[in-house]
Every structure is written in C-alpha cells, then in structure tokens.
C-alpha cells in the first residue's frame, strides 16, 4: 500500500495540526503517560494534553518539557477543547479509573478516540457504556479475548476473526496487535501489517504506537488510515532500532527517537 503522511502547511501554527488529549499514567506506571504523549508529537500534532494525577504529572515533567498538563479535575474543560482522545495507556483499572473512563466515554460522544490498555480492560467489564462514534480499539491478543470474552486460544485460531468480531461488537477501527499486526475497519476490511520485528515485543511499546496513531488522527487522518499508516510506521520503527541497537537492545522510548526516520521513507 503507498501511504502518504499528513500535509504540512508552510503557512500554519501548531493549532493547524491538532490537539490530543491524553488521558494516561497511574501513581505506578507514569512511563506510558510519557511515552504515549511524546509519541504524538513527534508524529506531527501542535499540542498534547496530559490529563492525569498530580504524581504523573511531577514525574513527566521531570523528563520533559514539551507536554501541557491538565489535572483530571479539570476533565470537561479539556474534552471541550479536544480534537482527539487517547485514553487507558497505564491508566489501571482502580474504581477511581473506571469512573473516569465511564465519564469521560459519556462526555466525548464526538472526539475520534483512540483506547487501549487499561481502557481495553475497563472497557470489557463494563455491560453496556456509550461510546464515541469515532473510535479504534487496539488490543493484543488477550485484550481481544477478554472484549470478545472468549478464550486466548479462539482469537489465536483466527485473528482476522476475532479483529472483525471486535470491530462489529463495538462499532470501531480494530488494531490487533502481533507479529503481523491486522487492522480492521468498520466495515470489517483488513490489512495486515508487514513491518516490525521482535524489537516490539517489549513493555511501553503500544503505548508509543497509541500515541502515534492519537497523532495521526490529530492532523484529520480519517480512522482507519490513521490506524494503517500508524502501524506501519510503528513497526517501521522497529525495523530501523533493530539495525542499530539489535533485536534485543530496543526500549520503547527508543522507537519516539526512529519516527523521523520511518517519516522519511514516506516523503
């Protein structure tokens, strides 16, 4: 497939190119806030709102200082001002997350929103919720089974299967993640990936591809392009790290540093 990235405008400002919301990081996982954040900028979108806990907050900015942060008690004031929602990268699954995530689900009927992680997992107890009519889910493979609530094995046999089923259960772009990751529209069409290696099998690395597919979104990629072209890149960026670092030696935030590179290939 010939992607293309995003055009970029000579005469723009960093309001042209989209404002991501990112509802992330708990007291104990605040690297995937970090890394799902940074992963949307570097991918091209104006601004990153960083609505997470106090604790999350003080250890990012410690690391960074290109992210906005916004406490979650200020969470309808940002979800006004949205152009994309990306939520659940470590967020947990206390009963202080899920009342965030039914919140914000109800608040958010009509911002493209991006769910992984701790979201997939809130999202699959949950009986019934609202959800925003632009939406991509991106599981692996046992956050596929616990949606679908079936067994690990069922969505192993068949994962374009169970990418369709998860598509057609929640109305969304489904991103099942794995060694050929498989994306599957609303309309149940696939592709499936062909980039990437065993670099990616290591933790913090969906978080860098949620962020970029948030990113992507962010600059008006509709849905399911976003999701395609964000898989690519992502697996791309693999690709890259492993002919410098080795298979063995890629960290996640090591994948933020090759999205110009995999950028590059596309212009």
Do not use: W
């Amino acid at each position: 497939m010939d992607f293309k990235m995003p055009v970029r405008q000579e005469f723009s400002h960093k309001g042209s190119y989209g404002r991501v919301l990112n509802i992330a990081g708990s007291d104990y996982m605040p690297g995937a806030a970090l890394l799902s954040s940074l992963a949307s900028l570097k991918i091209g979108c104006g601004y990153v709102f960083l609505c997470t806990t106090e604790r999350v907050i003080d250890a990012v900015a410690a690391q960074t200082q290109n992210i906005v942060f916004a406490p979650v008690a200020d969470l309808e004031n940002q979800l006004k001002n949205a152009d994309v929602l990306s939520i659940g990268c470590g967020l947990s699954t206390h009963q202080a997350a899920v009342s965030l995530f039914i919140k914000t689900m109800e608040l958010a009927p009509d911002v493209p929103t991006v769910i992984d992680a701790d979201g997939l997992n809130i999202l699959s107890k949950l009986e019934s919720t609202f959800l925003p009519s632009h939406l991509i889910l991106t599981p692996h493979p046992k956050e596929a089974a616990r949606l679908l609530h079936v067994d690990l094995d069922v969505v192993l046999a068949d994962m374009e299967k169970a990418a369709k089923e998860i598509s057609n259960k929640y109305n969304c772009v489904t991103v099942l993640k794995s060694h050929n990751t498989i994306v599957c529209s609303k309309d149940l069409e696939i592709y499936v990936n062909n980039t990437g290696n065993s670099a990616l099998a290591k933790a913090g690395s969906g978080d860098v591809l949620t962020g970029m597919i948030a990113g992507l979104l962010a600059q008006k990629c509709e849905a399911f392009y976003a999701a395609r072209l964000g898989v690519y890149l992502h697996g791309l960026c693999g690709d890259l790290a492993k002919n410098d670092l080795t298979e063995y030696g890629v960290f996640a935030h090591d994948l933020i540093r090759y999205i110009p590179g995999s950028i590059k290939t596309l212009l």
